[in-house]
Each structure stands twice: as structure tokens, then as C-alpha cells.
């Protein structure tokens, strides 16, 4: 039930841009992603809603395509502050609040 | 102010004590969760609780035990601590459609 990320790690200098993948076998109302550094709690980065539109934050954006049951997460031009771990995390239907969250992807940006 | 708080922040304790981690939020949301994350950094769900019922419960060991006073707190009671219990555990909170987490509770198990 929980969706599956790829890559499960990242290495980008400064200034990169890197592609974050969140993919589920079933059909999915939700996706959000969330950015943890290390000892720290996850921090809510964005949401995309079935049927709603691409999302940005920042230099970092989002889209979600239903057909497929996938999302990416975009980071353009990163930043030494985007390094951290990358989850996203999915619901199946509006209000079930039940939220899967994939395993991770690690993202170091290097200067 | 925080919005979801949790205490405490660390706990070390033996084998087969009992154990308590209490959760707070501020944010007037109506569903709180317990995710445990283990090494390897993933965040398993264990318990979703609406309006202090109980909406998800894993498959957890029945030494986990959840209790919701009220929609503001939701405390995890742990019975006779293993080995395995040693992991960092976050609650969470949920408001329409963001969930917002707590700083976390590192429990090592001796």
C-alpha cells in the first residue's frame, strides 16, 4: 500500500537540478512530500490533489499525473539547504486519513 | 508556539519496562497519528485517531497502546520495551489537508 520512491539517493552539486519520483499501484487522491533533515522532523513541503494543478515552492515544484498514479518532485538550481530526505506520502481517498509514505530518497547537494 | 509538541524528546530505558510518550497539538485539528521510523529512515503508520476514536491501527504488538483524552493529545503507552522498540516515533497531526508532524521521541531500548 505504501507508494514507491526512486532514486533511493542523489548526489547533485550546487546549482543542479534533480528529479524525485513517487509512484503507486493504486489509484490515488493525494500525494505530499516532505523534506527531513537529519535529526530533525519531517517539514510539509507541498500537496497535489487529483485533478489539481502542478504545485511550486520556491525552486521546487511538483506535478502528479493520475493516469500513471505518479508524482515527481522537481528541485531546480538546488541549494546546500535542499539536502535532507525526500518522502512522499500518499492517500487513497479524500478524508480516509490514511497517509502511506514511500521510503525515502536522499538528496545531498554538495558545494 | 510549537504546534505539535511531544514529550520527551529522548528516552533510554531496559528491556521490559513500561514507557509513555505524550503528544500535543495547538492547531484545533480533528486526526492525530503515531508513525514509528526505524533506522533505515522509513515512517511507518501505527495509529490514526479522529476525534479521539480510534480510525487505523496497524499491525502493532498489543503492547502498544494508544490513548486520546481528547482531539488535542494522543499518548503512546508501551508494555514491557524490546529490543526492537528503539526507534525514533513521531505523532503527527491533520487538519484538512496537511499533516504537520512533531519534533520526535528517540527511544533507545537497552
Known amino acids: 500500500q505504501q507508494p514507491v520512491q526512486s532514486p533511493q539517493a542523489v548526489i547533485l552539486r550546487e546549482g543542479e537540478d534533480a528529479v524525485i519520483n513517487c509512484s503507486s499501484s493504486?489509484?490515488?487522491?493525494?500525494v505530499h512530500w516532505y523534506r527531513q533533515k537529519h535529526g530533525e522532523a519531517p517539514v510539509f513541503l507541498m500537496i497535489l490533489l487529483k485533478g489539481g494543478e502542478q504545485k511550486g515552492h520556491e525552486k521546487i515544484s511538483a506535478s502528479f499525473n493520475e493516469k500513471k498514479q505518479q508524482s515527481s518532485l522537481y528541485l531546480t538550481a538546488s541549494q546546500l539547504s535542499y539536502s535532507g530526505t525526500y518522502f512522499c506520502?500518499?492517500?487513497?481517498?479524500?478524508?480516509?486519513?490514511?497517509?502511506?509514505f514511500g521510503a525515502g530518497t536522499r538528496l545531498t547537494v554538495k558545494p | 508556539d510549537t504546534a505539535v509538541s511531544q514529550t520527551p524528546k529522548y528516552l533510554v530505558t531496559q528491556m521490559g519496562n513500561d514507557k509513555s510518550i505524550k503528544c500535543e497539538q495547538n492547531l484545533g485539528h480533528d486526526t492525530m497519528y503515531w508513525y514509528k521510523q526505524d533506522s533505515k529512515k522509513f515512517l511507518k503508520i501505527m495509529f490514526s485517531y479522529n476525534n479521539k476514536e480510534l480510525i487505523i491501527n496497524e499491525t502493532v504488538p498489543n503492547r502498544f497502546s494508544p490513548k486520546s483524552p481528547d482531539k488535542a493529545h494522543l499518548n503512546l503507552h508501551i508494555n514491557s520495551l524490546e529490543l526492537g522498540d528503539s526507534a525514533v516515533y513521531f505523532c503527527a497531526s491533520k487538519g484538512g489537508l496537511e499533516q504537520y508532524f512533531g519534533p520526535g521521541t528517540r527511544l533507545t531500548v537497552t
Open positions: 493504486k489509484a490515488l487522491y493525494s
Open positions: 506520502g500518499t492517500e487513497m481517498f479524500n478524508g480516509n486519513n490514511d497517509m502511506r
